[in-house]
């Protein structure tokens, strides 16, 4: 029996891992330009750290969460999202003692126990940035024009920016009680999770994704952003001006709440038509109360979060990925001393910073050819017996098969120099 990957997880073979090392490069070149700086932080947190930054109501935590004990006793949790982790680490490093504003970005994998799909894992990767210090619009303006940007540079033009505001708490804490009054003489009516949430934590009823349920909102609800206060009206008023101003297109939905705890004010995602049914592409918002939430001083942030495999899956359909030219020089020695000599000669060329191969199966001139093309090699250098006693190598051009002869012991100079 051969093992088999965990449900839900994926291997990145070779093949592949080129176009996300295209993706990598392209997220790290483009967020260094807009100078985030990047943060990495441990695979696991303490589990309190996840239940009382997103919410123990929430999916993420009441159903998703990789938990486990150490020799400790210690309730360990692999990650599930990366605004906590990286709050924490801002919190324990002191991170605003270097600069009045701290912009961060992650590339990492992370952990949710979903139920697998197309565009849904249980071992999936996101990218995303946090801008920690400031609660003016410019922020909330940036973020989502740098990731409309983001996106628009690799691409993907088919997309739709939604936006809403959750408000601020205090706003918040008064809505929710209009919300409940609104909805509790039609408990009956709602999935069993939705009566839970009826009496536990109201405005988590906006993730089920039961249609009724989603029906009876639209039906009886009442908005948040229909009950913000006028500082939060004058924020989103502001944010939705600045998008304007650079051009992002973008829809106001009501019903945009985000399935975690932290958020306040500002919340947004921007899903993409190539996707199927999990067609998020990213989602963030604004987190004000979340860093003193975790004992830190009270400090405003907002950030953003996008799946790697959506993105790579959008790249695909759109055929995204720039061709990129083999550079690859073969060596075929044949013979015990062309062998030795073609090691050196390998590892010579290596230190000229050329990327060569050299078979070591020691095959036939035929099959070593084949293997070539196979590789896409652009340049095969021959040496076999003959060419050794008369002190030379072949250097042959692949796409038109063009031969020069090369002295030996200037062989690696003449090459890089040819090969350029
Ligand atoms: P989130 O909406 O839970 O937000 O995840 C952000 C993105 O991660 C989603 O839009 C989706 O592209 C991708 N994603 C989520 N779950 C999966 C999964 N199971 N498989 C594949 N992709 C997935 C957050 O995580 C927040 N921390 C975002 C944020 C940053 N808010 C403020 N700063």
Known sequence: MIYQRVKGTHDILPAESAKWQ?????????????????????????????TRSIGTDTDV???????????????LTLKPELTAPVMRAFLQNNMEQVAPLTKVYYIDALFRQERPQKGRLRQFHQFGYEIIGSAYPETDAEVIQ????????????????????????????????????????????????????LTRNVLRLFDCKVASCQALLDARAPFLIDHLDQQDREHFAEVCRLLETVQVPYLLDKKLVRGLDYYSRT??????????????????????????????????????????????????QLKAFPESPSNLLYLIALGEMPRQAGFQLLTALRKQGLCVEMDFLRRSLKAQLRDASRAQARWVIIMGEDELARGQVILKRMSDGQQTPLNLPQAADEIARLVQ
């Open 146 to 197: 740098t990731i409309y940007e983001l996106y628009r540079e690799l691409g993907i033009s088919d997309l739709q920016v939604r936006i809403n505001s959750i408000g601020s708490r205090s706003a918040r804490q008064r809505y929710l009680e209009l919300l409940k009054q609104a909805l509790q003489p039609h408990a009956a009516a709602f999935c069993s999770t939705c009566r839970e949430r």
């Open 267 to 316: 919340t947004f995602e921007i899903t993409s038509g190539l996707l199927g049914s999990q067609d998020a592409l990213c989602g963030g918002g604004r987190y004000d109360y979340l860093i003193a939430d975790l004992g830190g001083k009270p400090t405003p942030g907002i950030g953003v979060a996008s799946g790697m495999e959506r993105v790579l899956l959008v790249l695909e």
């Open 61 to 75: 935590v009441a159903k998703e969460m990789y938990t486990f004990f150490d020799k400790g006793q210690t309730s």
């Open 22 to 50: 295209y993706l990598e490069k392209f997220i790290r070149d483009y967020l260094h330009r807009n100078n985030y700086q990047e943060i990495r932080t441990p695979a696991f947190e303490v589990t309190e750290l996840f």
